[in-house]
């Protein structure tokens, strides 16, 4: 009997910044309504699901973006979400910005904000969170862009790892699901982490802007898209797993995000994708003994990797020079 999982992915269209949560949280309910009637035992939703992308603008004080975090999970506002899932026995990723009084490095109890993503069981359990690591953009104004990008002056870096946690989910025992949020998805480090416990479904939200903002140099719109199905394809081809990739797409504020979840299958292919910019359910049933190929043959990872001459992986952060190749003097 095949270890079937109906996984969905409920992307959200826009949220503009003086839409309430309580609004966001109807439309999920929505789509988790939906995803009860085609079947779905787990439901995908997308990075900082409850608001605007709120890093694209500059507050003077981090303080003055906190209206933006939750301080609680489940809170009033999200409650809703958990009765859902435990009334209709569907467990759901979200993701959300988060604060909390927590003891630092240093041990000192502060008030720290985080890109957070939480698992949540079809009994309600949070079964897994994770925060988010490679945080992109910048954390001053930057005058030369067209939209800011300021999650590195918002967020810390997470402080969890890459976690997985074998848990049940449908009418499975157990399931190892692991997650990461939007830029993580295109370090491959962050799938081979998870890929190293045994991932079975890996499951990531994103809100990513459909044109380059950088200002950098010219990069073709086409070129967004395919670079972020590149990124998860690959990912979940080299470490054998599901991946459920979940938008935030449409206009917010004049700044447009694409859609274009999927869900990719342990081969690398895309088995479902929205096609609307806006709220879409898509929904594939995993078999997730697939993920046994790719493991037993090529990514048998305990037969054929070769971690002692990969020590620049983890000890170099940026780049360094080559040598520089010159002639050898005739002995
Ligand atoms: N958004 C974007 C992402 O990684 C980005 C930022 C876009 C970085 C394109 C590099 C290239 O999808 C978030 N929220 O990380």
Request: glycine letters at 8%.
């Amino acid at each position: 009997m095949p270890r079937t999982l109906t996984v969905a992915a409920a992307q959200l269209g826009p949220i503009q910044m003086a839409e309430p949560r309580s609004v966001a949280v109807e439309r999920m309910l929505r789509l988790l309504e939906r995803g009860k009637a085609r079947g779905a035992e787990l439901v995908v939703f997308p990075e900082l699901a409850l608001t605007t992308f709120f890093p694209r603008h500059y507050y003077e004080t981090i303080e003055e973006a906190d209206p933006w975090f939750e301080t609680a999970m489940p809170s009033n506002e999200t409650a809703p979400l958990f009765a859902a899932a435990r009334k209709w026995g569907i467990g759901f990723h979200l993701g959300y910005a988060e604060i909390a009084e927590e003891p630092d490095e240093a041990g000192r109890m502060r008030k720290r904000r985080f890109n957070t993503a939480i698992l949540v069981g079809p009994e309600g359990d949070i079964l897994l969170k994770y925060r988010k690591i490679h945080l992109p953009g910048h954390a001053e104004r930057d005058p030369r862009r067209s939209v800011q990008h300021l999650e590195k002056r918002y967020f810390e870096v997470g402080d969890l790892g890459f976690p997985v946690i074998r848990a049940p989910m449908g009418g499975l025992a157990g399931v190892n699901m692991g997650m990461m949020i939007c830029n993580d998805r295109r370090w491959p480090e962050s799938w081979r982490v998870l890929g190293l416990q045994k991932v079975e479904l890996v499951m990531l939200g994103y809100n990513t802007p459909s044109t380059n903002q950088e200002g950098q140099g010219f990069e073709a719109h086409h070129l967004r898209v395919f670079h972020s199905h590149l990124s998860i394809q690959a990912g979940a081809y080299q470490n054998s797993c599901f991946a459920v990739a979940t938008a935030k797409a449409g206009v917010e504020n004049g700044c447009e995000l694409f859609g274009h979840s999927i869900i990719v299958d342990p081969q690398g292919e895309i088995i479902a994708m929205a096609t609307s910019w806006d709220d879409e359910l898509i929904t594939a049933d995993c078999n997730l003994d697939l993920c046994g190929l790719g493991r037993a043959s090529v990514f048998a990872f305990e037969k054929h990797r070769r971690p002692e001459h990969y020590g620049r992986i983890t000890s170099q952060v940026g780049a360094v020079d080559p040598p520089v190749w010159e002639r050898k003097a005739a002995e």
